[in-house]
């Protein structure tokens, strides 16, 4: 019996002496990614989640390590300074907030661990991170102003003074930063156009649902409301506060959102938004390009806008089918 146990000992000491490396991380070939998610505050992340999970397989020689950030900026700097602290190869950050970057990414920086941006943008110096894919969201929030100067017009009723809800992203994210102030801009460039209330529905269903209350139980009286929302989920909560009250969404109340899932999309074919202005959340292609890139010792392009377009009641029907999150 005592052979037996120590031939099993011996066995194991020698299996990890192959299997693991001086840090104790698992040498298996795999090249081991940290990813410091935002959440799963919305249809969208949870799309870019799922996009990240089947692109970095083990079966395609990852080790991805995922951390939901459950939306906040403390428990990105843990999870990266855990990365760091693990070694991985590299860290991949959709960061929940542009600022307080600095020091944690010095540190990635000391300890050679190249860092890829998604989604989000940070501020940041340049040499703190090796490449950034995603949308861009200055764009799609003047895109979003452009569709509607557009259909006020069509809607003939560009000459009369429009009042917008804005309901906001998540405060100090770059999604909302960029896309609020094409909206101001939009809105700065249009006599007849103002901003009645603004406040943040954070990105998530029900938050927006409570906003969009908040503001019915002051405004449901007043005309010729537009309710702008910086994604489609916060939209979905505004509808169904609208509709509790029997306010017509998309005709009552005129709705632009941002993201343009499927749901967003059927959304529109039934009336209730006007327009979604498209955010991609399939960036792992991307992502894994610059990590191939990197790998094969060459250098990826610093910054790689995704292309997006809109969808409203003309070309949401189309284009439903082939939508692919
Ligand atoms: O950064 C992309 C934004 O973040 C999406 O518009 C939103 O749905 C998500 O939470």
């Given at each position: 019996?005592?052979?037996?146990?120590?031939?099993?000992?011996?066995?194991?000491?020698?299996?990890?002496?192959?299997?693991?490396?001086?840090?104790?991380?698992?040498?298996?070939?795999?090249?081991?990614?940290?990813?410091?998610?935002?959440?799963?505050?919305?249809?969208?992340?949870?799309?870019?989640?799922n996009?990240?999970?089947?692109?970095?397989?083990?079966?395609?020689?990852?080790?991805?390590?995922?951390?939901?950030?459950?939306?906040?900026?403390?428990?990105?700097?843990s999870?990266?300074?855990?990365?760091?602290?693990?070694?991985?190869?590299?860290?991949?950050?959709?960061?929940?907030?542009?600022?307080?970057?600095?020091?944690?990414?010095?540190?990635?920086?000391?300890?050679?661990?190249?860092?890829?941006?998604?989604?989000?943008?940070?501020?940041?110096?340049?040499?703190?991170?090796v490449?950034?894919?995603?949308?861009?969201?200055?764009?799609?929030?003047?895109?979003?102003?452009?569709?509607?100067n557009?259909?006020?017009?069509?809607?003939?009723?560009?000459?009369?003074?429009?009042?917008?809800?804005?309901?906001?992203?998540?405060?100090?994210?770059?999604?909302?930063?960029g896309?609020?102030?094409?909206?101001?801009?939009?809105?700065?460039?249009?006599?007849?156009?103002?901003?009645?209330?603004?406040?943040?529905?954070?990105?998530?269903?029900?938050?927006?649902?409570?906003?969009?209350?908040?503001?019915?139980?002051?405004?449901?009286?007043?005309?010729?409301?537009?309710?702008?929302?910086?994604?489609?989920?916060?939209?979905?909560?505004?509808?169904?506060?609208?509709?509790a009250?029997?306010?017509?969404?998309?005709k009552?109340?005129?709705?632009?959102?941002?993201?343009?899932?499927?749901?967003?999309?059927?959304?529109?074919?039934?009336?209730?938004?006007?327009?979604?202005?498209?955010?991609?959340?399939?960036?792992?292609?991307?992502?894994?390009?610059?990590?191939?890139?990197?790998?094969?010792?060459?250098?990826p392009?610093?910054?790689?806008?995704?292309?997006?377009?809109?969808?409203?009641?003309?070309?949401?029907?189309?284009?439903?089918?082939?939508?692919?999150?």
């Open positions: 019996m005592k052979k037996i146990l120590s031939l099993t000992l011996v066995l194991m000491l020698a299996f990890c002496f192959v299997a693991c490396s001086g840090d104790g991380t698992t040498d298996d070939g795999l090249i081991r990614i940290g990813f410091a998610q935002v959440g799963a505050e919305s249809d969208w992340r949870v799309a870019n989640t996009s990240m999970k089947e692109t970095f397989t083990e079966a395609a020689g990852y080790d991805l390590q995922l951390v939901d950030c459950q939306e906040k900026h403390e428990n990105q700097i999870a990266v300074s855990d990365f760091i602290a693990q070694e991985v190869d590299y860290i991949i950050i959709a960061a929940v907030q542009e600022d307080g970057w600095d020091q944690v990414l010095g540190e990635a920086k000391a300890a050679d661990i190249p860092v890829i941006l998604m989604d989000r943008t940070i501020n940041t110096s340049d040499d703190n991170w490449a950034w894919t995603g949308g861009n969201f200055l764009q799609e929030g003047k895109d979003a102003m452009t569709w509607l557009g259909f006020l017009e069509e809607e003939g009723i560009a000459d009369q003074p429009m009042q917008i809800l804005h309901m906001q992203g998540q405060m100090g994210s770059s999604a909302q930063l896309r609020t102030k094409g909206i101001e801009e939009g809105v700065a460039a249009n006599a007849n156009l103002s901003i009645l209330a603004q406040q943040s529905g954070a990105f998530n269903k029900e938050k927006g649902k409570e906003v969009m209350e908040s503001w019915l139980a002051t405004y449901a009286g007043e005309d010729n409301l537009i309710l702008i929302a910086e994604n489609d989920d916060m939209a979905y909560g505004a509808i169904e506060a609208m509709e009250i029997g306010i017509a969404p998309g009552d109340i005129y709705i632009v959102s941002f993201d343009s899932s499927k749901l967003a999309l059927q959304t529109v074919i039934d009336g209730k938004i006007n327009c979604t202005v498209e955010c991609n959340p399939l960036l792992a292609p991307a992502v894994k390009v610059i990590i191939d890139t990197l790998e094969a010792g060459g250098t392009n610093k910054q790689e806008y995704v292309v997006e377009e809109f969808f409203d009641i003309k070309n949401a029907e189309e284009r439903l089918e082939t939508r692919q999150f």
